[in-house]
């Protein structure tokens, strides 16, 4: 087999692959613009035959949709500030001072990656009844999103400090620096890459987050966007063109964001493999 058929079969199963795997995101634009009774017509159209631009204002202004992504923005950029602050020290220390019980730690941080939110909520409600946060319930989720996606911000963080050589620190508290002045003037900015690729990342998760804001978040007021689509459901759901344009609405701000910093993403994400 020839290098040119390999490369040539290999694209071909990658294009295919990204055709499954984007189709359900086309579906829900050109679902977003069909009227009520084309969503039941068989077969189905691939494309609207008359788009219904005004599903969107109709959406945007019925349900309220500027309150609710500036409630999903509060939250998000919440969680990356408490994540980035704590989370940027953590990681340093588990790149620098490596031995076998950082290891061990380093595990047990990996495992509480793998504890879905909706096994967490409950032990996390409890206990923040317990001490009244969730009279502060956007706070209150906040701290949840923080404690959950910790460990994946930790360990993006980690390989990119790793990636730092220690022969500039050393240099830096030679000169005078101490440890804490060298991580701020030397380790943070040339790490910057990586912790804001990580904190990207955690932004995008943290906007999408459902399942502690259904639970803690009551008032109607305070709800993210993603508690905001879940009013469509019920027994009778007919109105699926508005919940793709909803959908839609929700959706398109976080895949520009991708779209436009992809490469930053992925070279941030790479950093710390050559070390």
Known sequence: MSDTFRNRLMFFVALCLAVVYLFPLYWMYVSSLKTGSAMYATPPSFWPSDPQWSTYTDVWASRNMARYLWNSLLIAVGAVALISVFGAGCAYVLARYRNRWIDIGLFLVLLLQVLPPSLMVTPIFVGFSQVGLLNYPRLAVIIAIAANKMPFFVVLVRATFMSVPMELEEAALVDGNSRIGAFFNIVLPLA?????????LIFMQAFGEFVYSKSMIQAAELQPASVGLN????PNTSDWNKIMAYSTIYVTPILAVFVLLQRRIVSGLTSGALK
């Open 192 to 200: 910057r890459n990586g912790i804001l690729v990580s904190a990207i």
């Open 231 to 234: 009013t469509f459901m019920g």
